[in-house]
């Protein structure tokens, strides 16, 4: 989502059609993709928004959108490696850049469980806590050496 709003062209209908929805989200935010699960949902059932996009921004939601829906919820689609191809290859016509987070999903497919929906509330919390102590050991920067880290340390 972050990759998604920051190509987006800010005095375009998409973007604009964000500022309106969100009112109460700061500018930074919106223009940084800082969105939360609900929010995200919540762009994902509205059809104005969809409505408010040209055709490569609608591409690439819409990739993203299948991407959410049939990989990184409760089901894992036996295609999605070409969802996730699919997605990776829209959001580079729309001019995303691609995250090391984004590179490290493409890149770690096969890694995945099949039910990636069912992560417990621990596992998550466990997973914050851990990149809270790569947060402190790295003084708050993120970076690629930071994630190499961070998933070398995985069991």
Known sequence: ??????????????????????????????????????????????????????????????????????FLRNYKAKNYIELVENMLSNFNILGCNMSIKVYYLYNHLDRFQKNLGDLSEEQGERFHQDIKTMEDRYQGRWGTHMMADYCWSLQ
Do not use: H
């Not at 998604?4 to 930074?28: H, P, Q, W």
């Not at 993709?33 to 690439?60: R, Y």
């Open 1 to 70: 989502m972050k990759q998604f709003v920051m190509a987006l062209n800010r005095d375009g209908l998409c973007f604009g059609y964000l500022i309106r929805k969100f009112s109460g989200i700061s500018t930074e935010k919106l223009k940084a993709g800082i969105f939360d699960d609900p929010q995200i949902m919540q762009l994902i059932k509205d059809p104005q928004f969809t409505a408010s996009m040209n055709e490569i921004e609608s591409n690439a939601w819409c990739s993203f959108v299948q991407v959410v829906q049939n």
